[in-house]
């Protein structure tokens, strides 16, 4: 075993010496007193206040894993909560590390509830302990700080945890949290690393929440990057390395921009340079799944207003929301069974793509595709490189 693996397992081990085995019912008995607390608040930012400081309490005195699970618990009684979910999981990140006070440990605590966003907080909170950063700080937090390289899905999220982080020191300036990523060594951490830059520019514009309440220096709105008059910037201002990244967290801003006329976005998209156009519409797809809270009819209406070269790639991008939600392959599968036939080779082959993240055992990968349709089991397998 290697000795990441060992001290994920021995911080696992301790966890459950010091906090116990959560159970289901205890985890609804404490959404449901956190949601007779706070539920009632009609200001959002109050309500939002009153969860973070009871999660925190849990996190405090059960560890991480469990306030994720009652976060969890709690998204199927509010459902304000389960639309914010992802910066739910991003301030438990932030107060894991706080807790914990150690980058290694932290990042071992999360799991990957709600996008992987506590792996994304712990990088935010450890950035901004740091006097200062420097590249070499940079080029060593997901390897030696945090040795991620277990599966191409831990190094991910710490890579792009890393681009939130450096945009949250830098204080929003995106062309220095861009230079920062660029110090990492290969292309891949580069571009994990940048879109973590664009989305922190994304959420920062249109939940301001996710920084304030003491976690940022300044008062009023982050200076975020975003311009509703020209809703393809600042993808379409920053150098060619970039774009591509900038492009797969544009259509967050785009679909607000439009008032949610999913017809008009992808309108905007075209408008994309050539070579991201696609890279666009994948990236409404990602936002139509998180628009329907995962509903497959509703999230099949709205990317198949497109075009059928739109609604593909709009469909590509949903599925992977669904299998990454959760990191569970078996919502993908379940999604692709839905599709009619123009569409399914595509969706079983982005299921493909993203197992081959998921998991690093070329054995389970070839398991999941199995389970796809007969047709479609070789093409799921090609892109999981499992034939």
Known sequence: MRPS??????????????????????????????????GGHQHQPQKRQCYHTGLEKILRTQGTEHALATLDTLTRQDPDVLRDAHPYTHHLGRASFAYYKD??????????????????????????????????????????EIDAWQSTFLQYQCLHGL??????????????????????????????????????????????????????????????????????????????????????????????????????????????????????????????????????????TLCRQGSPEQATACLVGAVKDFILTHADPQRGLAFCRRLDDASKEACYAATGEVLLSLYPDNQQRAQSCAEAETEYIDACKEAAAAL
């Open 5 to 38: 693996l060992l001290c994920s397992l021995l911080v696992y081990v301790v966890s459950l010496a010091l906090f116990g085995t959560p159970s289901f019912a205890q985890e609804k008995n404490e959404a449901e007193q956190l949601w007779g607390q706070c």
């Open 103 to 144: 980058v290694a440990e932290a990042f071992a605590h999360c799991r990957e509830t709600f996008w992987s966003g506590c792996y994304h907080g712990v990088l935010e909170g450890y950035l901004r302990s740091l006097p200062e950063v420097r590249a070499d700080t940079i080029a060593a937090v997901c390897t030696r």
């Open 163 to 300: 681009g939130h982080g450096l945009t949250l020191y830098f204080d929003y300036q995106l062309p220095t949290a861009l230079e920062g990523c660029d110090a990492l060594a290969s292309p891949w951490e580069r571009e994990s690393c940048y879109s973590g830059v664009f989305m922190e520019n994304v959420v920062a514009f249109f939940q301001p929440h996710h920084t304030h309440q003491g976690e940022h220096h300044h008062a009023g709105r982050p200076r975020s990057l975003l311009r509703p008059e020209d809703p393809l910037y600042p993808c379409n201002a920053v150098d060619e390395p970039y774009q591509r990244a900038c492009y797969r967290m544009q259509s967050s801003a785009i679909l607000t921009f439009s008032q949610h006329d999913f017809t008009k976005a992808f309108q905007v998209c075209a408008g994309a340079p050539a070579a991201f156009v696609s890279v666009c519409y994948e990236s409404l797809g990602r936002d139509v799944s998180g628009f329907t809270l995962r509903n497959t009819e509703k999230t099949l």
